[in-house]
């Protein structure tokens, strides 16, 4: 087995390379780039497995295999006698979670692999999505076995008080723009490919990728604005946002499948990017389109107090399909949204609600902390940010969550 030694600690503080593009945010961030760019270099050298486990749509892709792109490499060069995919595996993740049974199956995994070829703990690396206070424990079971975790997310994270402290005590390291106070606009794909240029800085710079993962996830910020600027030397952006939508039709559809070569085919290869477009495209806007007329048929619109409340009664339709459900929602509000302002968005299905807003004085993670508080008996969860989260409940529940909703609503 071919030995390295671990890279210095004051090394990458040395000779961190620049980001890509100018933006404050990232820099604020500099010292969890390091600490997360010295995890995974230091796994490699220690001869320690990687497990990348990434959400399944546009975003999660984009950004796992930035990483991939970066990680690969070093583990071919540290192990050049012996088989690569043994020390490295990617898997996706088609729920938006890290559940428990996920982390079970990764322990199992590691645990089988350690036994046959006398390997490390792990080092397992979540993108794209990351744990609530409710899930630490997770966290914990992963610990037992010392397991390395780095969490690379720009989702709301939930955690606040003792949940933060430890959870910081449990992963190794974390990217989110959320712990400094920051929007979830810079996303996983843009943290990973800005990360895998600091934990390699051999590979080339491919702004396609934090590109996609923005316009996947509807970003807005000035670093979004500054990758699509690189990348379109060789794409336009009306095709960036083609391409964006394909893959998530594509990823959504494969699900938790590997298929590297049709993915990778698809983020790296020009001429069968152009013909994939021109396949899945047309497909991809006749299920939008008609899952939008669906919705918006369903909507009903009613005044509650100062808001206008939008509800749109789904269960009857729900069904595992393009585009998935929290899709629909995000278009139905978007087309609510040209003409209503102060807007709540319920969009029920048989056990939850998907809730989109603009309305200023309502946040999704307080409407949802006051249901659990409330209904203390109904199985309340979810959260999310200001603007769009998700409340789960008991299906016996769903009439009561929906009564006391609205009077939440009213008292706003």
């Known amino acids: 087995m071919t030995e390295a030694n671990p890279p210095e600690e004051s090394q990458l503080h040395q000779h961190f390379p620049n980001f890509s593009i100018s933006s404050e945010r990232l820099e604020a961030m500099r010292s969890d780039f390091i600490s997360a760019a010295e995890t995974i270099r230091r796994a490699i050298a220690e001869n320690r497995p990687i497990l990348l486990r990434h959400h399944s749509d546009c975003d999660g892709y984009s950004a796992a295999l930035s990483l991939e792109q970066a990680i690969l490499p070093l583990i071919e060069e540290c192990h050049r006698r012996e088989r690569p995919w043994i020390y490295y595996k990617r898997i996706p993740n088609k729920s938006p979670y890290y559940n428990y ?18 390997l490390r703990s792990p080092l397992i690396m979540l993108v794209d999505f990351g744990v609530s206070k409710d899930e630490l424990y997770i966290l914990r079971h992963l610990k037992i076995y010392h397991a390395k975790i780095i969490i690379i997310d720009h989702h709301e994270p939930g955690l606040e008080g003792e949940s933060m402290v430890e959870y910081r005590k449990l992963v190794d390291a974390a990217l989110n723009p959320h712990f400094l106070g920051f929007d979830g606009n810079i996303t996983a794909g843009m943290l990973a490919f800005e990360l895998s240029r600091i934990i390699n800085t051999g590979i080339g710079e491919n702004f396609l990728l934090p590109s996609l993962s923005g316009i996947s996830d509807k970003s807005e910020c000035p670093e979004l604005d500054e990758y699509l600027k690189r990348a379109k030397s060789k794409f336009s952006a009306e095709f960036i946002k083609s391409l964006a939508e394909c893959i998530d039709f594509l990823a959504y559809t494969l699900g938790q499948a590997e298929a590297r070569r049709i993915v990778s085919d698809l983020f790296f290869e020009p001429e069968i990017q152009e013909n994939l477009v021109s396949i899945l ?5 006749r299920r939008r389109e008609a899952a939008i007329a669906s919705a918006m048929h369903l909507a009903k619109i009613e005044t509650l107090g100062r808001i206008r409340l939008a509800q749109v009664e789904f269960s009857g339709m729900a069904r595992q399909d393009y585009p998935p459900q929290g899709r629909i929602a995000g278009m139905c509000f978007d087309e609510l949204s040209k003409n209503e302002h102060n807007l709540v968005l319920f969009f029920i299905l048989p056990d939850s609600i998907i809730i989109r807003s603009n309305a200023e004085k309502f ?15 109904f199985g309340i969860e979810g959260g999310g940010h200001a603007s769009a989260g998700t409340v789960r409940f008991f299906h016996f529940a769903k009439a009561a969550v929906i009564e006391e909703a609205r009077a939440y609503l009213e008292r706003l």
């Open 363 to 377: 946040s999704a993670p307080n409407f949802v902390s006051f249901l659990g508080k409330k209904l203390s008996l």
């Open 281 to 285: 495209l047309p497909e991809v806007k």
């Open 101 to 118: 049974s996920d982390a079970l199956r990764d322990l199992s995994s590691s645990l089988s692999d350690s036994e046959r070829f006398g």
